[in-house]
């Protein structure tokens, strides 16, 4: 396999909070314990909220050992140019599969104030699965706005913005193979 070139940090980037081989260690532990809870013989429809979970719901997808399909799903909650949700979400793309009797997993990149993992709960158990799971790579429990629990959660951090593997400022950070905070305002 090449090896990764990993980029300097840019002048609006403050500190790598979680490096890339941290990350990818926690998607093998993660994918370990999601393939081992998925019931014997069930397929599992993992379900990554675009854009933001692509690559984290690529990496976990790669290394589980059950049977297993891929979807997306597309909300929003904030408004273009704002950096705090507004706990208004809007289906922008919803999933092709039916999800009926299925097993299905949720993969968020983060979890910030909760709004949109609930809405997307709420939304897939009127699809009837069989079982509904959720996935979140990192976490700002001091931001949660509704009680709403993960079942597989990669890292908590502090309250501050972060772009990288997957989650982004404008369009700007979404490849870096590492989580960075982001210096406010930029």
Not at 66 to 91: E, M, Q, W
Request: charged share 25%.
């Amino acid at each position: 396999m090449p090896s990764i070139t990993i980029p300097p940090l840019s002048e609006d980037l403050i500190r790598v909070l979680i490096d890339a081989d941290t990350i990818e260690r926690k998607v093998s532990e993660l994918s370990r314990r999601i393939s081992e809870d998925c019931p014997d013989g069930a397929e599992l429809v993992v379900v990554g909220v675009l854009k933001g979970a692509f690559i984290f719901a690529a990496d976990l997808c790669r290394q589980l050992s059950v049977p297993h399909t891929v979807d997306f799903i597309a909300l929003s909650s904030y408004d273009s140019g704002k950096t705090l949700s507004t706990g208004n979400v809007r289906l922008i793309m919803d999933v092709r599969e039916d999800l009926a009797g299925k097993h299905v997993l949720i993969v968020e990149d983060i979890l910030d104030s909760g709004y949109t993992l609930d809405y997307l709960k709420r939304n897939f158990e009127t699809r009837q699965p069989a079982s509904l799971k959720t996935a979140a790579l990192l976490s700002k429990p001091d931001r949660l706005s509704v009680d709403i629990k993960l079942d597989y959660l990669g890292f908590e951090i502090p309250d501050v913005w972060v772009v990288g593997y997957g989650l982004d400022f404008g369009e700007k950070h979404r490849t870096l193979p590492y989580i960075a905070e982001m210096r406010p305002g930029e």
